[in-house]
C-alpha cells in the first residue's frame, strides 16, 4: 500500500494524487501541521478555514469509502511538519511510498523531493495550463504579456467565443470596467455562513495557538466545504456580478466588498473548481442576466491571469521570491501590522485586510504595494506580508503578483512599467480621500498627500533605469518641465517624509 498526501489547498475529489491511488489499499494522509500554519504569521481566519475545510474534506473522503489518516493540530502525537508526518504515518502503515500531487510552492516541493522514502509527484491537474504548455507559449518571446496568453486560453476553453472570433468582436473590455466608486452599492456582498460545530472546535483551536497573530478571527463567516463555496458563487452570479465589471477597481471607505466575488480563497484551496466557475459565468451572459464587460473581466482574471501567473512562478523557480531589481531595502512599516496611520486609504484598505482576511486587487495593486514600491520597502518583506494576510494567499499566486506586478522586483517580467501612482488616481477611484488627514490635491507643504511626495521621488531616483520606458516618457516629461526650486522642494519633503516613517513616526 501506499500514502496519498492531500494538502490543504488540494480539496479537491478530482485531485491528481486521488485519481490515481487505490481506494481498497492506499490511505490518504491529512494534516494540520504546525510548519505550514507558521513559517509566515498566517491571518488566523486563513488557518481556521484551512483547517475546517481540510476536517470536512477528510470527512467527505471517509464518506466515500478512503481510509483517511487525519492529524489534527494539537495531537499528541503530531510531528509538527507535512514530512514528519509522512514519515510516521509510513512506518506505522508499512507504506511502500508517497504519492502526491505537485504543492504550489518550492518550499514544500523540495522538501518533499528530499525525503528518505520513495515518492512520486504528479501533476496538478485542476489548472488548465501545464508547465510544459506554458514554457511552450513562453518559449522565444521578448515579453510574456498576459494579454496574449488569455487570448489563447480563450481559445483553448472556448469560453466566450464565437467561432473563432470573441464574443462581442472583441477579446478585452477592460476599458469599460474602471468606473470611480458608485454612490451606493445594490448588492447585499458575499454569502456568510454560521460556524457548525466543526468550525467552532477549530476557531477555539485557533484563538488558543495563534491569537497573537495579525488579524481578526470573529466574527467568522467563510464557506468551508464545496457545497458551501457553490452557493456562495450562485448567490454572487445572480447579485453580484452583473456590476462586478463596472466597478472592479473601485474602493469605498464604508464596503469593503462591493460587487467582488470573494472566491480566491475557495478557487485556491479547491473548493471551486476554475473551469466550472467560469462556464457558470459564461452561462449567465449566454442567458442575458449579466453584460459582456462583467462576465469577460471575471473569466480573464480565472483563465487569464491565474493560470499566467502560476506559469510564471513555475517558470522563474525558486529564487524569484528573493528577486529585488530595485534595490529596495527599507523595512515594511508597522502601520502593515496595524499600526496607526494618518493616511485614510491605508488605514482603510489595511483595516479591511485586519478583519477579513481580504482586500480586492486595486486596494493590494495601487494602496498598499503602491505604497510600498513608492517608498522603496524590501520587496521579500512585501511578499511576507501579503502572503501572511490574505486567506486566498498561496506562494504560486502571491509571489507573482507582488514581486512582479505590484513591485517590480522581478525587472519587468510581468509588468511593462512599474505600478506606480500619485495620491489622484485613488482620489478618482474611492473616496477615501476626503476624510484624510492628508490633502490630495496639496503635491507639497505639511497637509500634501504622501502619494504626491513619494511618486516623483521614486521617479527621480530611478531615472536612469526608467526614463526611456515607452510608457513613462510622459511622466519624465512632467517632472522636468516643473520649476527646480519645486522640484528640489518635492524631493526635499519626499525624503523627510521617508526619514520620520523609518523612524518609526506616525506618517
Given at each position: 500500500?501506499?500514502?496519498?498526501?492531500?494538502?490543504?489547498?488540494?480539496?479537491?475529489?478530482?485531485?491528481?494524487?486521488?485519481?490515481?491511488?487505490?481506494?481498497?489499499?492506499?490511505?490518504?494522509?491529512?494534516?494540520?501541521?504546525?510548519?505550514?500554519?507558521?513559517?509566515?504569521?498566517?491571518?488566523?481566519?486563513?488557518?481556521?478555514?484551512?483547517?475546517?475545510?481540510?476536517?470536512?474534506?477528510?470527512?467527505?473522503?471517509?464518506?466515500?469509502?478512503?481510509?483517511?489518516?487525519?492529524t489534527?493540530?494539537?495531537?499528541?502525537?503530531?510531528?509538527?511538519?507535512?514530512?514528519?508526518?509522512?514519515?510516521?504515518?509510513?512506518?506505522?502503515?508499512d507504506?511502500?511510498?508517497?504519492?502526491?500531487?505537485?504543492?504550489?510552492?518550492?518550499?514544500?516541493?523540495?522538501?518533499?523531493?528530499?525525503?528518505?522514502?520513495?515518492?512520486?509527484?504528479?501533476?496538478d491537474?485542476?489548472?488548465?495550463?501545464?508547465?510544459?504548455?506554458?514554457?511552450?507559449?513562453?518559449?522565444?518571446?521578448?515579453?510574456?504579456?498576459?494579454?496574449?496568453?488569455y487570448?489563447?486560453?480563450?481559445?483553448?476553453?472556448?469560453?466566450?467565443?464565437?467561432?473563432?472570433?470573441?464574443?462581442?468582436?472583441?477579446?478585452?473590455?477592460?476599458?469599460?470596467?474602471?468606473?470611480?466608486?458608485?454612490?451606493?452599492?445594490?448588492?447585499?456582498?458575499?454569502?456568510?455562513?454560521?460556524?457548525?460545530?466543526?468550525?467552532?472546535?477549530?476557531?477555539?483551536?485557533?484563538?488558543?495557538?495563534?491569537?497573537?497573530?495579525?488579524?481578526?478571527?470573529?466574527?467568522?463567516?467563510?464557506?468551508?466545504?464545496?457545497?458551501?463555496?457553490?452557493?456562495?458563487?450562485?448567490?454572487?452570479?445572480?447579485?453580484?456580478?452583473?456590476?462586478?465589471?463596472?466597478?472592479?477597481?473601485?474602493?469605498?471607505?464604508?464596503?469593503?466588498?462591493?460587487?467582488?466575488?470573494?472566491?480566491?480563497?475557495?478557487?485556491?484551496?479547491?473548493l471551486?473548481?476554475?473551469?466550472?466557475?467560469?462556464?457558470?459565468?459564461?452561462?449567465?451572459?449566454?442567458?442575458?442576466?449579466?453584460?459582456?464587460?462583467?462576465?469577460?473581466?471575471?473569466?480573464?482574471?480565472?483563465?487569464?491571469?491565474?493560470?499566467?501567473?502560476?506559469?510564471?512562478?513555475?517558470?522563474?523557480?525558486p529564487?524569484?521570491?528573493?528577486?529585488?531589481?530595485?534595490?529596495?531595502?527599507?523595512?515594511?512599516?508597522?502601520?502593515?501590522w496595524?499600526?496607526?496611520?494618518?493616511?485614510?486609504?491605508?488605514?482603510?484598505?489595511?483595516?479591511?485586510?485586519?478583519?477579513?482576511?481580504y482586500?480586492?486587487?486595486?486596494?493590494?495593486?495601487?494602496?498598499?504595494?503602491?505604497?510600498?514600491?513608492?517608498?522603496?520597502?524590501?520587496?521579500?518583506?512585501?511578499?511576507?506580508w501579503?502572503?501572511?494576510?490574505?486567506?486566498?494567499a498561496?506562494?504560486?499566486?502571491?509571489?507573482?503578483?507582488?514581486?512582479?506586478?505590484?513591485?517590480?522586483?522581478?525587472?519587468?517580467?510581468?509588468?511593462?512599467?512599474?505600478?506606480?501612482?500619485?495620491?489622484?488616481?485613488?482620489?478618482?477611484?474611492?473616496?477615501?480621500?476626503?476624510?484624510?488627514?492628508?490633502?490630495?490635491?496639496?503635491?507639497?507643504?505639511?497637509?500634501?498627500?504622501?502619494?504626491?511626495?513619494?511618486?516623483?521621488?521614486?521617479?527621480?531616483?530611478?531615472?536612469?533605469?526608467?526614463?526611456?520606458?515607452?510608457?513613462?516618457?510622459?511622466?519624465?516629461?512632467?517632472?522636468?518641465?516643473?520649476?527646480?526650486?519645486?522640484?528640489?522642494?518635492?524631493?526635499?519633503?519626499?525624503?523627510?517624509?521617508?526619514?520620520?516613517?523609518?523612524?518609526?513616526?506616525?506618517?
Amino acid at each position: 500500500m501506499r500514502l496519498v498526501l492531500v494538502l490543504g489547498d488540494q480539496l479537491s475529489p478530482d485531485l491528481s494524487a486521488l485519481q490515481k491511488a487505490d481506494k481498497d489499499s492506499d490511505v490518504v494522509v491529512m494534516a494540520e501541521v504546525a510548519d505550514e500554519a507558521s513559517y509566515v504569521p498566517h491571518h488566523p481566519k486563513k488557518i481556521a478555514f484551512l483547517f475546517a475545510a481540510m476536517r470536512k474534506f477528510a470527512a467527505r473522503l471517509q464518506g466515500d469509502g478512503w481510509q483517511v489518516a487525519y492529524t489534527k493540530l494539537d495531537d499528541s502525537d503530531n510531528a509538527g511538519s507535512i514530512t514528519g508526518e509522512l514519515l510516521r504515518r509510513a512506518e506505522a502503515y508499512d507504506a511502500a511510498g508517497v504519492v502526491y500531487t505537485e504543492p504550489g510552492e518550492w518550499r514544500l516541493i523540495n522538501a518533499l523531493g528530499d525525503m528518505p522514502i520513495k515518492t512520486h509527484s504528479l501533476p496538478d491537474t485542476r489548472f488548465l495550463v501545464s508547465h510544459q504548455m506554458f514554457d511552450d507559449w513562453a518559449e522565444g518571446r521578448k515579453a510574456l504579456r498576459m494579454e496574449y496568453f488569455y487570448r489563447e486560453m480563450r481559445r483553448k476553453t472556448g469560453l466566450l467565443m464565437d467561432g473563432d472570433d470573441p464574443a462581442g468582436g472583441k477579446w478585452n473590455y477592460d476599458h469599460e470596467n474602471r468606473k470611480p466608486a458608485p454612490d451606493e452599492v445594490e448588492f447585499s456582498g458575499p454569502m456568510q455562513f454560521t460556524p457548525d460545530d466543526v468550525v467552532e472546535e477549530v476557531l477555539e483551536l485557533v484563538a488558543a495557538r495563534f491569537g497573537d497573530n495579525f488579524g481578526t478571527l470573529r466574527p467568522f463567516w467563510f464557506a468551508t466545504d464545496t457545497g458551501q463555496a457553490r452557493q456562495h458563487l450562485a448567490h454572487w452570479l445572480k447579485d453580484g456580478l452583473p456590476k462586478f465589471g463596472d466597478f472592479q477597481d473601485a474602493m469605498l471607505d464604508d464596503n469593503r466588498f462591493l460587487y467582488h466575488a470573494i472566491i480566491g480563497l475557495y478557487l485556491n484551496a479547491g473548493l471551486l473548481n476554475p473551469l466550472e466557475v467560469c462556464k457558470k459565468a459564461e452561462e449567465a451572459y449566454r442567458n442575458g442576466d449579466a453584460p459582456l464587460n462583467a462576465v469577460e473581466g471575471f473569466i480573464r482574471q480565472i483563465i487569464g491571469w491565474r493560470e499566467y501567473v502560476r506559469g510564471i512562478y513555475f517558470r522563474e523557480g525558486p529564487d524569484y521570491v528573493t528577486r529585488n531589481a530595485l534595490n529596495h531595502s527599507r523595512d515594511l512599516p508597522p502601520a502593515y501590522w496595524g499600526a496607526e496611520t494618518k493616511m485614510n486609504c491605508m488605514a482603510k484598505s489595511i483595516g479591511q485586510t485586519r478583519d477579513e482576511a481580504y482586500a480586492h486587487h486595486i486596494q493590494r495593486l495601487m494602496v498598499t504595494g503602491n505604497f510600498a514600491l513608492l517608498a522603496g520597502i524590501d520587496p521579500a518583506q512585501v511578499h511576507e506580508w501579503y502572503l501572511a494576510v490574505y486567506a486566498d494567499a498561496y506562494e504560486w499566486v502571491e509571489a507573482p503578483n507582488v514581486i512582479g506586478m505590484s513591485q517590480f522586483a522581478d525587472d519587468g517580467i510581468i509588468a511593462s512599467k512599474p505600478y506606480i501612482s500619485s495620491g489622484n488616481y485613488i482620489h478618482k477611484m474611492s473616496d477615501y480621500c476626503g476624510s484624510c488627514a492628508y490633502k490630495v490635491k496639496d503635491k507639497t507643504g505639511p497637509g500634501a498627500c504622501p502619494f504626491n511626495l513619494l511618486y516623483w521621488h521614486f521617479l527621480d531616483r530611478h531615472r536612469d533605469r526608467f526614463a526611456g520606458n515607452p510608457r513613462m516618457g510622459n511622466m519624465y516629461r512632467v517632472w522636468d518641465r516643473m520649476d527646480a526650486d519645486r522640484r528640489e522642494t518635492v524631493l526635499t519633503e519626499a525624503a523627510a517624509f521617508l526619514a520620520r516613517m523609518e523612524a518609526g513616526e506616525t506618517v
